[in-house]
Structure formats: C-alpha cells, structure tokens
C-alpha cells in the first residue's frame, strides 16, 4: 500500500493534443478531452464520508484532531486570539514574504528561542499556504535554481509530497524507510540508501511524526543520519507538520532539526498550524532556508517571493494574525502549550491504553509498535481491497493504504452501540483472517481472538 | 511510474557527477564570488579523483548550495509602497498600489465586512479544511454574483467554479489548466495590462503575446489595434480581456465595442478568458460590471474568469476569489472542475476559510447584500468625485488648451497619465507622489483635499519636464 500513494499521485492527467483546439461547434466543448480527476487519496475520503448518509459511519481518514464528542477542535488560546484581533485590523496586502511577526515567532519554534541563526539573519523565511505551500515553494525553488537535482521522498510518504514535487516538475526517487514486519524503521536500508544516492541529493525527512506510519528515528538514530548526510554533503528539506503535537512537547519534537543544525547543515524546514493550533482551514505555515549568511539570505527570501507572487501575490492574512496574537503574548502562549500537550497526550493515552489492553490478553505476540510509533497516525497493514470492503459495508472511512487516524472515545461508543456494527464483527474477524494468511502478527491475534478485542483493534 | 522517474534519473548520471565537482569546485572560490549555481564547466580530473577527506568534507559542508543566488527584482507595483512608507515627507501621495482609501486616506474595512466577521465569531465556528475546491456556499454566490442567478449557464450547472487565492491564485489555476491541456495555445493579454500577468504565465509555463489596447495619442482604446492583433493570433488562442476597470488605463470598451470583440473571437475560435478584479467598483453596479462577461455567455460561448473580492469587499489580505470555467455541458464542467482541483492540492490543498465565510455571509443574507451594494456604490462613488475634481483642477490651471477630459472617460482605481518615465519619476522625486513609472496613478489613493496638489504636480511633470 506504501507504493498505492505513488500509483495514485502518478496515474493522472492525459496530455491532449492539438485536435481539440480546433472545435468549432458550441455543441462540443473545448474541453471534451479533459477526463474526470482521480480524487485525492486523503481529501478524497472525507468527501466521499461526507456525502454518505449512513447515521453509524466514521471518519478515521483525515489528519484532523476530534475531540470527545467527536468534534473538531477549535483551542481556547486561538478564540481568544480572535476575539483581540476582530474589526480592529485593516486587511491591507501582507508583504509578499507574509507577516513578519508571524514568521520571527515561528522560527524560534524551529530553530530554537534564542537561536544563533536567528539573530545572525541568516535564515531566508517566508510566511506560507500551510505545510503544502511551504513544500511546493520549496520544490519549485529547488527546481529553478538546481535544475539537475532530484528530491528523495522516504516510502512511504504523505500522498502529496508526490504530487508537489511532480507538479514543480523536479524527478523523484525514494528512500527506505518503513519495516513491514517490525512496523517499525528500517534503518539499515535506509542509511545505505543515503550511502548509495549521488553526494550532494537533496532528501525529504519527516521531523517528527512520520506520516502515514508514525515510526520515527530514535535521536541516536538521527545523529547517525546527520553524520551520514555530513560525509555525503546531501541537503536536509524538513516537513515538520506535527510539532508539539507529537510528544506534547515542541523543543523535543523538533530535535531531528537541532541535531543536523548543530552537525552545520545548511537545512531548509516547512512547518505548519494546521494541527498543533488547529488552524487547518486557515492555511499558516513557514517556509525557512538557512543560508551562509545575511545577505544570501536577503537574496534568496526574494527569490523565494519571486515564486509566490505569480501563485497567489501574498499569503492570507487572518490565521497569521492570529499565530502571532499567540505566540506573542506570553500567557497566550502558555496557554498554546498546554491545549497542545492535552492534545497530544490523549493521543498517547489512547496507543497505551490500546496497547495494555491487548498484552492482557496474554498475546505471545508484540504490540510494542503501538506505542513505538507516535502522532495521530496507525499503519495498520490493510490492503486497499479491506479498506473498499470496511468502507463499504460499514461506513469506516479510511485512506486506502491502510492509513488510521486514531479514533477518541466518543466514535468508540457510538460505533460500538449500533446494531450495524455487531452485525458486522464476523465479517471484520474475516478480513483480519485474511491478513494473518501473511503473517502479519496483528492480524494473526485477532483471528484467533474474541469479538471485543477486534472491536478495539480496527478503531485505532 | 515511479520506476519511469528512477530511470530517468539514471539517464543522467552526468547530472549527479555535475553536482559533486560544482559542491568540490566552490570549495576552492572565494566566498564572495557568485557565479551559477549549477553552472556546467567540465568537471577538473582532479578533483574527480579526490577522496572526501576529512578537512575537504567539513570545507564542502560549509558552502552554501545558495552561492549563486541574487537578489530579485524589487517588485515594480509593491515596490513603490516600499519606497513610499520610506520617505518623510509630509506632502507625500501615494498613488501606487490599488487599495482603496477614504477620504481621509486611510485604509477601509467596510461595514458589512466587520458584522459578518462579528456574525463569524459568535458562531464560533471550526476551522476545519475546507474540500480543494473551497467553501460550497462562497462558490455558489460567487458564481451567482458574476452570471446572475438565474443564468442559464448556472441553471444548467454549466459552470465549473473553484474557490481560489484571489485573482492571482484563480488566474494560476487556470494558466496551469491552459498549460496541461492546449499545450502551445498562446494567451494574448493587452498591452498594457497588470503586471503580474505575464509572471503568472511565465511560471506556468504558458507563452503569450501582446495585442495593442492603449493608444497614448487619444489616450483612449486602441480598438482598430485590438481587433486587428486578436484576429491575427492562431486560432484557439486565449484572449485575456479585463472585465471592467482595466488595469493599468481605465480604459473600457464600450458596449459596442464589447459587440465585435466577441465577434472576432467567435470567428477566430479564440477562447475569452476574463479577470474580474472590480465587480461593483467600476461604476458602482454589480450588474453593470459584469455585462461584458454575461454578453460573451450570452452568446454561447465557452470562456474562463477569475474573481477576485480584494478591492470590492476590501479583502485584500484574505486572498478570497474564484476561477470559473462556462463549459458547453455539465458533464464537461464536472471534469474541468475535477482537474482544476488536481492542480490545486499540490500547491496549497485546500484554499483559506476566512475570506470565505465573510463573502458567503455578505451575500447570502439580504440585509448585508443590500448595504454591501451601498457601500460599494460609496467607494465607487468617492473615486468619481475625485475624477471629476482632478479634471477641474488639471482644466483651470491648464491654459495650454490640452485636453484632458480622458480622466472623466476613464472608469475604476486606475488613470493612465499619459506621463513618461522622467516626468513620473519626476512626480516622484519633486512633488513626492509614489505612482508607476509607466504613468499610472490610482486614484483610490487620492482625496478631494489634495487634487489641488496633484493637479500642480502633474502639470509641472507633463509641461517643464520631457
């Protein structure tokens, strides 16, 4: 399923040819030719939950936090941030590099509070359209100005990084990165991959987090990676979309980037609120390249505008406001920190609580990945086929490589208590049957266990 | 496909190699010297055979990949802005960038904005991703608001409609839908036009050429110019028109001039590709603005515009527009929808909630739709009336019998001048008035108080300065 990402991000638009400019006829169109998109893999699932009308159905697809009661979260610290900032602003164009309070307070997040890079101007920074625009401004950069050069995407990965670095027209090659039988990182593969790529490769690394898997790199793991990278002279790009959500705490999720900052690499780092402010819809992110010094800096923060102008001129206004409402006032900012760690503490608690579960059970098997693993996110080694089945006949929607959010206690009960979803559990020991055939440990349990225990199990 | 993308990369090994000699080669040159990038000389045999040894590798680590990378041009429209908040100068004007001012020059959140964002905040709603194609209820008043609702195109949900980051984002969106499916179309953009057109279309890869509309003789259209240009491009060219209020002149068709323009694209079977940036702000009437776009579907025709809600409703920062594509069928608008959606997830996802929410609010409550319209009618209003106390002024002072009425005919933000270079730079170094170097003031920038002073500065441009 981790190749089913790339299938989909490379299964796409024909290129017509001359033929169809030449119609002629206001019966036929000019764009008889253009052949319905897939849908996206991840958005796709939450369209297709939408429109289902089934009472009992649940979204475990999108990376988006639920509370309780299953709803979306909005933090305390971001309403009153809003409340401050309401009819007291102009909305007067931002600068084309965005707000510049709310990319300084999102640097510190990054490099540190009283980074050294910081003060020495040495980072070129611009405000971006959430993690994906920082990715793409990235990729298109990297394309103008290292023309020759490939990314290397780990496998598997978010489905758009594909899509990103296609569109920005730079070739792809990937990396090993995830263990199938150990659910956890295949470390060996992968430092042999960073041996084997041409010196000086451009590599795509997930801070924190990792999604879809959640196996990230121990920190001795990531010293070896750096040191590799050093002998390499390879270029670290950073997605680090989760951080403070990950571990609850901001500085050690974003020890992968110190490390290589300490080792004197010269990383980029696309970072973004959707998650850890729950800001999705509003689009806040930061592009950051760390350069020689300050006038390389100068003078690659204007070629980075230079991209963003004929996209879309200036970033929008609203949710960087209100990141630097945030960050900039002191209690407002405790605060943040706080609501993140609930945040990512419930997620913690539910990985442990499902994990002691099952080792009650008494399984001979491991469930130490459960909790090995870390973010929002579960591999749990479904095939897209499974996944079609479990949408299908019991409203569980899920991206199909296999890909779960994890679920919080108000979807367990309500899941639990319809008749639909009683009916369904002999079906749902059939599919797991089917995956101990590959001897999958997980699977192999389940088939074997009591109707409790797979209820528990698929909801993660 | 990815295994397509692996060979590809191994075709090149020459590529990869280049990049090692360029990292081993920048560790001999000065830091100061900026040369390429990734320039091509030959890779040195010896340092080919060189081994990373320890103090080479430490050397390679600390030179940047950026070496080569210069500055920028500063951006000519955001550029004067700049230069503007730098001067002291108490007399100073800016009439560079088209952000609406009131009379006391200052920047202007209309009323209807702030009860919706008030309306927003006690609902308290969620920020949750909107779907790639943006808030369902925005594109809907969007698209009702440009066609009229009860157009036939709508009706048959002939129109694909995307919510997108302005004008800008939604022009992208469909320069990149260009690119990818009438590879080699031209797009023909009016010579002058804004200047972030032709960066769109350069980024996007899609090529373009000019067609004559400013006639610095009259001041006025240069229609003969126009018609002439658009019948000789390739048939299937795409030919951007401005809505209403052109950017940079002010400069509109009329009607009739409308007529034969839709005429010859017909003939030709070029595509119409709109940019309507000031829907309501050029003659104060949402109706009225939108008529060249609702004459052209009208008559059939399949065509493209991009929206943007920057000046009308004063959200310049909140990026809130749309691309709408008139498809022949509903079936074809299903598809092109489908694609514009695919090009949109790799470069931001999903669009911005704020803005939005408040265009959806405004429009879909009657009461704040009415005061909308007035307020708009206000700001289009204020902009007249500051035309027309410019003209006043410019004719009192002037005894030399120029004619300079073409303020009165021009419609929007915008006036071209007519003045050059030297005499806008001077405006600008004399008199402290921050326009475009091309001519242009915009005259939302301008208040009835300081016609007076322009009026000086731009006599004195035009007559002591060549």
């Not at chain 2, 322009?454 to 002591?464: E, G, K, Q, T, V």
Request: charged content about 20%; aromatic content about 8%; hydrophobic content about 40%.
């Amino acid at each position: 399923m981790a190749g089913f990402g790339k299938a989909m991000a490379c299964r796409e638009h024909v290129r017509i040819r001359l033929g169809t400019r030449f119609m002629s006829s206001s019966s036929s169109s000019w764009w008889q030719s253009v052949e319905p998109a897939p849908k996206d893999p991840i958005l796709g699932v939450t369209e297709a939950f939408l429109a289902d009308p089934s009472p009992d159905k649940v979204n475990v697809g999108v990376g988006a936090y639920r509370d309780d009661n299953g709803k979306p979260v909005v933090l305390q610290c971001v309403r009153e941030a809003e409340r401050r900032i309401a009819g007291n602003l102009n909305m007067e164009y931002l600068p084309m590099g965005g707000s510049v309070k709310m990319v300084e307070e999102t640097l510190k997040l990054a490099y540190g509070e009283h980074s050294e890079f910081i003060k020495d101007k040495r980072i070129a920074a611009v405000q971006s359209l959430s993690g994906t625009g920082a990715c793409r401004l990235f990729a298109d950069f990297q394309k103008r100005f290292s023309p020759a050069s490939q990314i290397y995407i780990p496998d598997p990965t978010w489905a758009n990084h594909h899509n990103i670095w296609r569109d920005a027209q730079v070739p792809q090659r990937t990396y090993h990165y995830y263990h199938p039988e150990t659910k956890g990182l295949d470390f060996s593969a992968l430092m042999d991959d960073i041996k084997n790529a041409p010196n000086g490769s451009f590599f795509l690394l997930h801070a924190c987090a990792h999604n879809p898997t959640g196996v990230d790199p121990s920190e001795e793991q990531w010293r070896e990676i750096s040191h590799q990278f050093r002998v390499k002279g390879h270029f670290a790009f950073f997605d680090m979309a989760y951080q403070g959500f990950a571990s609850g705490d901001p500085d050690r999720d974003a020890k992968s980037i110190r490390i290589f900052l300490q080792d004197g690499h010269h990383i980029g780092i696309s970072q973004s609120y959707a998650k850890n402010m729950g800001l999705y819809g509003q689009r806040v992110g930061c592009l950051s390249v760390l350069c020689e010094d300050e006038k390389q800096a100068v003078a690659v923060k204007s070629q980075l505008q230079q991209l963003a102008r004929p996209m879309y001129s200036n970033p929008p206004v609203h949710g960087a406001l209100v990141v630097s409402t945030i960050l900039g006032d002191p209690e407002l900012k405790k605060l943040w920190l706080k609501e993140v760690k609930v945040m990512a503490d419930r997620i913690i608690g539910m990985r442990t609580m499902l994990r002691e579960n099952l080792d009650k059970l008494g399984s001979p098997l491991s469930w130490k990945h459960i909790t090995d693993q870390i973010g929002m996110f579960c591999y749990s080694g479904m095939t897209p086929e499974q996944v079609d089945r479990l949408t299908k006949e019991f409203h569980i929607y899920m991206t199909r490589n296999g890909r779960i959010r994890f679920a919080l206690n108000h979807e367990y009960r309500t899941l639990t208590s319809t008749p639909a979803w009683q009916a369904s559990i002999p079906a749902m020991l059939d599919i797991w049957q089917m995956l101990s055939t590959r001897s999958r440990g997980l699977p192999r349990l389940i088939a074997e266990a009591k109707p409790q225990i797979v209820e528990e199990v698929i909801l993660i | 496909m990815a295994s397509a993308m692996i060979s590809l990369a191994s075709a090149t090994p020459s590529a990869s190699l280049s990049v090692q000699e360029t990292l081993m080669g920048k560790t001999r040159l000065a830091s100061g010297c900026v040369s390429t990038l990734f320039n091509k000389e030959k890779g040195k045999p010896s340092i080919k055979k060189k081994s990373f040894g320890q103090i080479s590798m430490t050397v390679a680590v600390n030179v940047s990949r950026f070496e080569g990378i210069v500055m920028a041009p500063p951006d000519p429209i955001l550029g004067v802005s700049e230069a503007f908040r730098a001067d002291i100068d108490v007399k100073k004007l800016n009439l560079g960038v088209g952000a609406y001012r009131n009379e006391e020059l200052q920047p202007y959140v209309l009323d209807v904005v702030k009860k919706a964002e008030n309306l927003m905040l006690e609902r308290g709603e969620n920020k949750e991703y909107l779907s790639i194609e943006g808030l369902a209820a925005f594109n809907k008043a969007t698209a009702e608001l440009l066609f009229g609702a009860d157009n036939p195109v709508i009706e048959q949900q002939r129109v694909a409609t995307v919510q997108g980051l302005s004008g800008t984002g939604s022009l992208r969106l469909a320069a990149a839908l260009i690119e990818r499916y009438f590879p080699g179309a031209k797009v023909l953009i009016s010579s002058p036009t804004w200047g972030n057109h032709k960066n769109i279309f350069n980024d996007a890869r899609v090529p373009w050429s000019e067609y004559r509309y400013y006639d610095p003789k009259t001041v006025g259209l240069d229609f003969e110019g126009m018609i002439s240009d658009i019948k000789a491009a390739p048939e299937g060219s795409f030919v951007l028109l401005h809505g209403c209020a052109h950017n940079r002149t002010g400069i509109d068709p009329t009607p009739e001039q409308w007529e034969k323009i839709a005429d010859i694209i017909q003939e030709k079977n070029h595509i119409p590709f709109f940019d309507v940036a000031y829907q309501g702000f050029a003659s104060g009437s949402l109706d009225a603005d939108a008529s060249s776009v609702r004459l052209f579907a009208a008559r059939g025709m399949e065509l493209l515009v991009a929206q943007s809600y920057s000046k009308n409703l004063g959200l310049y920062a909140e990026r809130i527009g749309a691309i709408n594509v008139v498809c022949s069928s509903a079936d074809a608008a299903a598809r092109v929808k489908s694609q514009l959606k695919r090009i949109a997830r790799p470069m931001y996802s999903n669009p911005p909630v704020h803005g939005a929410r408040i265009v959806a609010n405004v429009v879909g409550d009657p009461a704040l739709f009415d005061e909308w319209k007035a307020e708009m009618e206000m700001m289009a209003g204020r902009i007249k009336n500051v035309r027309q106390k410019l003209f006043d002024s410019l004719s009192a002072k002037d005894k030399s019998g120029k004619d300079w009425s073409f303020i009165l005919k021009q419609i929007g933000m915008f006036s071209f001048t007519g003045l050059n270079k030297t005499q806008s730079d001077n405006m600008t170094n004399k008199w402290h008035v921050y326009m475009t170097k091309d001519g242009r003031i915009s005259l939302a920038g301008l208040s009835l108080a300081k016609c007076e002073y322009l009026a000086d500065a731009i006599m004195d441009s035009f007559h002591n300065v060549s």
